[in-house]
C-alpha cells in the first residue's frame, strides 16, 4: 500500500521535473521517484519477472510437447549377417522326393557333400537411410510435477514479498538522506547566520575600539572567530553537496541532475504520527521480511513433499509419426520415389522399486533443511522484536534530547541576548560576550544533532514496524 501511495505521488510530481532534468521534491515525492528508479528495485522487479516465468516454465513441462524428428545416415560398408550354409537348402520333403526318384529311376544325384560347418554370408539393405516426422508426448501423472507448480507459485509470492521488504529498505535510505541533506543546509544557513552576526559585531567594536571603549584583544578575538566561521560555512556548504549527491544516488537520479528540496526540517518535525506507531501493537507477522521468511518455510515443506514424490509412478504418453526412405543413391527429393509410414503410440511408466534407503536419506535430509527454515523464522522473529524494542527506546530518548536541546538553545539565546546588551553599555567584557556566543553557537548546533537524530530514530521506528 505504502508503495502504491508514493507512485501516485510520483505521478503527481512530474510537474516538478523540467527539461533539463531539475528535481525540486518533498520527502514523499522523493520516496515515489526512488521507488521507480532505485537500483534495488530495479533488481527487485526483474527477480519477481524471473519468478512469474518459472512459474510458465514449470506449466510447460506438463503439456503436450512436440519434436520435429529427422535423420539421415549412409553405409559405407551394409552390414552383414550370417547364417548356416545349409540354412537355405532344399526342404526335407522335396529332397525325400529326389531320392526316391533317384533310386526308381538308377540315376545317382550329383549332389555335393553335406558340410556342417559351412557359412552363408548376405547384405541385406541401401546404402542410404532417411527419416522424418513428429513425435509427441504428454505428461500424465507426476507427482514432483504438481508440487512443483505449487512451489513454483510459492516462490513468486516470496519474490513479492522481498520486493516489498526490498521498498521499505529503499524508503529508509532515501529518508535518512533527505534528513540529512536538510539538516546539512539548516548546518549551513546557521554558519552563514553565525557568519553574519559576528562581522556586525565586528563592526560594532571596531567602532567602539576607535573611540576608546574596546580594547585591541576583543576585536582580535571577533577576527578569529570569524576566521573559523568562514572555515565552518565553506565545510557546511561542500557537505549540502556531498548530502544532495548521496540522496540523488539513492533516488536512483542522475548525480549531475539538479536537486532542490521543497520541505525544511521543521516540516518534518511535527508529523504528529509518532505517538500512533509507539502505541501501536507489534506484529512481527506483519513485516515483510517475516512473511518471506514464512514462504520459505512453506517452500521447504513442499520439497520435502517433492523429494516423497520421486517414489511415486510417473507416467507420460507418446505418439510418433514418421516416414521412412532407404535408397541405393542419395536422392530423397526426388518425388516419384516411395517413402514407408512409420505410426505408434503407447504409455510409459517409471518408478523406482528399491534404492537402498537412498531415497529415504534423501527425504530426511529435506526435512533437515525444512527445520532449518523454521529456526530462521524464529531467530527473524525474534531479531524483529529486538529492532523493535530498541527503535522504540532509541525514539523515546532522541526525544527527550531533542526536547532538551530546544530548552538548551532558548536559555542559550536569552544569555546571550542579556551579555550583548551589557556589553553594549559597557557593564560585560568582550570575553563574556564571546563565551555567550559561543554557547549559543554550540546550543544550535546541538539542537540541529538532536533534530536529526530524532528524525532518524523515528524512520528507524518506521521502519520496525513496516509504517512507510
Known amino acids: ?72 545416415s549412409q553405409y559405407i560398408d551394409i552390414p552383414t549377417q550370417v547364417a548356416p550354409g545349409d540354412m537355405f537348402g ?75 521488504r526490498t521498498a521499505d529498505e529503499v524508503l529508509r535510505q532515501v529518508t535518512e538522506a533527505y534528513h540529512l541533506v536538510l539538516a546539512a543546509e539548516e548546518g549551513l544557513a546557521l554558519a552563514e547566520e553565525a557568519n553574519e552576526l559576528i562581522q556586525e559585531s565586528l563592526r560594532e567594536v571596531s567602532e567602539l575600539q576607535r573611540a576608546g571603549f574596546a580594547d585591541a584583544l576583543a576585536v582580535d578575538r571577533l577576527r578569529l572567530a570569524q576566521k573559523e566561521l568562514e572555515a565552518q560555512a565553506l565545510s557546511a556548504e561542500q557537505q549540502v553537496g556531498l548530502a544532495k549527491g548521496l540522496l540523488a544516488f539513492q533516488m536512483g537520479i542522475g548525480l549531475t541532475d539538479g536537486l532542490a528540496l521543497t520541505e525544511n ?28 521468511q514464512q514462504v520459505y518455510l512453506d517452500l521447504a515443506g513442499l520439497d520435502v513433499t517433492n523429494q516423497k514424490a520421486k517414489g511415486w509412478p510417473q507416467i507420460a504418453a507418446f505418439y510418433t509419426n514418421q516416414e521412412n526412405a532407404q535408397r541405393d543413391a542419395f536422392n530423397f527429393f526426388d518425388s516419384d520415389l516411395k517413402w514407408y509410414p512409420i505410426q505408434l503410440w503407447g504409455v510409459n511408466m517409471s518408478m523406482p522399486l528399491w534404492t537402498s534407503f537412498g531415497g529415504k536419506q534423501q527425504v530426511e535430509k529435506k526435512k533437515i533443511e525444512q527445520e532449518r527454515a523454521r529456526i530462521g523464522l524464529a531467530q527473524l522473529t525474534q531479531a524483529a522484536e529486538m529492532e523493535y524494542a530498541n527503535a522504540r527506546a532509541g525514539f523515546t530518548n532522541a526525544t527527550a534530547v531533542l526536547n532538551n536541546a530546544r530548552q538548551a538553545e532558548t536559555i542559550a539565546e536569552k544569555i546571550y541576548t542579556q551579555t550583548e546588551t551589557g556589553f553594549n553599555e559597557g557593564v560585560t567584557s568582550s570575553f563574556e560576550w564571546n ?34
Request: charged share 20%.
Open 1 to 72: 500500500m505504502a508503495a502504491l501511495a508514493l507512485s501516485l505521488l510520483w505521478m503527481g510530481h512530474v510537474q516538478h521535473v523540467d527539461a533539463q532534468s531539475n528535481y525540486a521534491v518533498s520527502l514523499a515525492e522523493a520516496q515515489a521517484i526512488a521507488l521507480e528508479n532505485a537500483f534495488a528495485m530495479q533488481y527487485a522487479a526483474l527477480d519477481k519477472s524471473k519468478a512469474e516465468r518459472d512459474v510458465k516454465e514449470v506449466l510447460a513441462s506438463g503439456l503436450p510437447q512436440v519434436n520435429l524428428i529427422a535423420d539421415y
Open 90 to 164: 532344399f526342404p526335407d520333403y522335396l529332397t525325400t522326393f529326389l531320392g526316391g526318384v533317384s533310386q526308381a529311376t538308377g540315376v545317382a544325384l550329383d549332389a555335393p557333400n553335406v558340410d556342417p560347418n559351412a557359412l552363408s554370408e548376405f547384405q541385406f539393405g541401401q546404402a542410404h537411410t532417411a527419416n522424418v516426422g513428429v513425435q509427441a508426448s504428454q505428461l500424465v501423472f507426476s507427482g514432483s510435477y504438481f508440487v512443483g507448480i505449487r512451489a513454483s507459485q510459492l516462490f513468486v509470492e516470496a519474490r513479492d514479498r522481498a520486493t516489498d
Open 265 to 292: 526540517m521543521a516540516d518534518l518535525l511535527t508529523n504528529g504520527k509518532e505517538l500512533e506507531w509507539v502505541s501501536r501493537p507489534f506484529d512481527p507477522a506483519a513485516l515483510p521480511a517475516i512473511q518471506e
Open 435 to 468: 563565551e555567550a556566543r559561543n554557547t549559543l553557537l554550540e546550543a544550535r548546533g546541538r539542537r540541529l544533532a538532536a533534530s536529526l537524530d530524532w528524525l532518524n530514530a523515528r524512520v528507524a521506528l518506521q521502519t520496525a514496524i513496516s509504517a512507510f
